[in-house]
C-alpha cells in the first residue's frame, strides 16, 4: 500500500509548533546566556554595553571572588543539606501515602485525600507565623531540621496528588500477582510501585529540590546564623552589597543556577518519559 501523502496544513501545523517551541527555548535560555555573557566583563564593558558580546579579556576572576571572598561553596553545602533531605522525605512519605490513596482504599480515604489537596490553597504567608512561634518553642528556628519541615509541610500535599494521579494508572494485576507471591507492603512498593511510578517519582524530585533550592522566603526568616545561609538568602544580600559591580552580580547568580541544571539533566529522561506516559494516557 502506498503511503498517503501528507498536506501542506500537515506541513504548516508541524512547523508553526516548532517556531513556537523554538521561541519558547529561547526565552528560557537567554537569561543564561545573558547572565554568563555580563559575568565574563569588567565593569566599564558592562556599562558601554551590556547586551553585547565581552571585549577584552575574559573576566574569570568574578568567579575566582566568588569562590574565594563570598564563600559560595559553603552557600552551596548549605543549601544542598536542605534541598537533599527536603526531597528525601518526600519521597520517603509521599511513595507509601500515595500508594495507600492509590490502590488501597479505606474508610474515609476520599475525605482525607480531600483534606490534603485543600492545604493547596492555604497561601504560605497565612501559615508562617504560627509556624514561627510553634518552632520557636521547640528550638528549630535557626536549625536545618526546621526548614526542611516546614518544606516537607508544604510540598508533602503536592507530592501525594502528582504521585497518587500517576500510581492509580499501575496495573491492578501486577500488585495482585505480587501479593499472591507473598510480597509485604514494602516489597510490593520497592518491586512495583516504584519501577512503575518511578517518571512520578523523578518529576517529584527534579521540581521540588528546584524550589527547595531556589526559595528564598522560607530560610530567610527561620535561619539567623550568617554560616547557616543558603545560596539564595546569601545572594540577595550580594546584590545590596554589591550594587555597582552588576558583573560580579551575575556571576553568583550563575553559579547558584548549576546545582538546579545539574539535577534536571540527571532527571531529563525520566521526565520525558513521564510526560509521555502521561499523554498515553
Given at each position: 500500500m502506498h503511503q498517503k501523502k501528507k498536506s501542506f496544513g500537515y506541513y504548516f501545523g508541524r512547523t508553526i509548533i516548532f517556531?513556537?517551541?523554538?521561541?519558547?527555548?529561547?526565552?528560557?535560555?537567554?537569561?543564561?546566556?545573558?547572565m554568563l555573557l555580563n559575568s565574563l566583563k569588567d565593569l566599564s564593558s558592562?556599562?558601554?554595553?551590556?547586551?553585547?558580546?565581552?571585549?577584552?579579556?575574559?573576566?574569570?576572576?568574578?568567579?575566582?571572588?566568588?569562590?574565594?571572598?563570598?564563600?559560595?561553596l559553603t552557600l552551596f553545602k548549605n543549601s544542598f543539606i536542605i534541598s537533599f533531605f527536603t526531597v528525601l522525605g518526600l519521597i520517603a512519605f509521599g511513595?507509601?501515602?500515595?500508594?495507600?490513596?492509590?490502590k488501597l482504599p479505606f474508610k474515609g480515604s476520599n475525605g482525607i485525600y480531600l483534606a490534603i489537596l485543600a492545604t493547596l490553597f492555604v497561601p504560605a504567608?497565612?501559615?508562617?507565623?504560627?509556624?514561627?512561634?510553634?518552632?520557636?518553642?521547640?528550638?528549630?528556628?535557626?536549625?536545618?531540621?526546621?526548614v526542611i519541615i516546614a518544606y516537607w509541610a508544604a510540598f508533602l500535599p503536592e507530592t501525594i496528588m502528582l504521585m497518587t494521579a500517576n500510581f492509580k494508572g499501575i496495573p491492578?494485576?501486577?500488585?495482585?500477582?505480587?501479593?499472591?507471591?507473598?510480597?509485604?507492603?514494602?516489597?510490593?512498593?520497592?518491586?512495583?510501585?516504584?519501577?512503575m511510578g518511578w517518571?512520578?517519582?523523578?518529576?517529584?524530585?527534579?521540581?521540588?529540590?528546584?524550589?527547595?533550592?531556589?526559595?528564598?522566603?522560607?530560610?530567610?526568616?527561620?535561619?539567623?546564623?550568617m554560616d547557616k545561609r543558603t545560596v539564595m538568602v546569601a545572594l540577595s544580600s550580594l546584590i545590596g552589597r554589591y550594587?555597582?559591580?552588576?558583573?560580579f552580580q551575575y556571576a553568583g547568580l550563575l553559579m547558584s543556577a548549576i546545582p538546579a541544571l545539574i539535577v534536571y539533566v540527571i532527571?531529563?529522561?525520566?521526565?520525558?518519559?513521564?510526560?509521555s506516559m502521561g499523554a498515553i494516557k
Open positions: 517556531l513556537i517551541l523554538l521561541v519558547l527555548a529561547i526565552s528560557f535560555l537567554y537569561p543564561l546566556f545573558y558592562y556599562y558601554k554595553n551590556p547586551f553585547g558580546l565581552p571585549s577584552g579579556t575574559l573576566q574569570w576572576s568574578n568567579f575566582v571572588t566568588m569562590i574565594s571572598q563570598f564563600k559560595i511513595i507509601p501515602a500515595s500508594y495507600a490513596f492509590a504567608q497565612v501559615t508562617m507565623i504560627p509556624m514561627y512561634v510553634s518552632f520557636a518553642k521547640v528550638g528549630l528556628i535557626n536549625n536545618y531540621a526546621g491492578n494485576e501486577l500488585i495482585e500477582a505480587a501479593t499472591i507471591d507473598g510480597a509485604s507492603f514494602f516489597s510490593r512498593l520497592k518491586n512495583v510501585v516504584v519501577p517518571p512520578a517519582i523523578s518529576l517529584s524530585i527534579i521540581f521540588f529540590f528546584i524550589n527547595s533550592w531556589n526559595d528564598l522566603f522560607t530560610p530567610m526568616i527561620m535561619l539567623k546564623s550594587t555597582g559591580n552588576p558583573p532527571f531529563e529522561k525520566s521526565i520525558v518519559k513521564g510526560m
